[in-house]
Every structure is written in C-alpha cells, then in structure tokens.
C-alpha cells in the first residue's frame, strides 16, 4: 500500500473490517491500478476467533 492513499484519505477507520477492500476501493478512486497476485506475501495466523474463519472452511460438496 502506498502512503499516497493514507495521505489523501486519512487512516482507515476502526470500523472497517476489511480492510484490504476499503484500500483497493481508495486506490481505484485515487486513478491507480490494481493487479491481482494469486501468491501469498504474507504468512498470518487462521484461529477460530478470526473474523473470517467461518468463510474458510470447506463446504461440502453438494454446496460447491
């Protein structure tokens, strides 16, 4: 991320939970490009307190 888009929008809220979309929704309307990387850059911990631990298991078959 750019400090660019700190610079021109402020920090994000707290409110924001996802915040890689509130930061791709700034550097859109700020005239950049995105390009979508399908490599992990960063190693974070998966518990089942995170936020978004239920979006991450396995569904079964029949709702695939």
């Keep these: 991320m750019s400090r660019k888009l700190i610079e021109l ?17 700034r550097t859109v309307l700020a005239g950049a490009f995105l390009t979508y990387i399908n490599t992990p850059l960063v190693k974070y911990r998966r518990h089942r307190q995170n936020i ?7 569904r ?4 695939s």
Excluded: I
Aim: glycine fraction near 4%.
């Design 9 to 25: 929008f402020g920090p994000l809220p707290q409110t924001v939970v996802y915040e890689d979309t509130a930061n791709s929704f």
């Design 60 to 63: 079964p078959a029949c709702f």
């Design 52 to 58: 978004t631990f239920a979006l991450h298991q396995k």
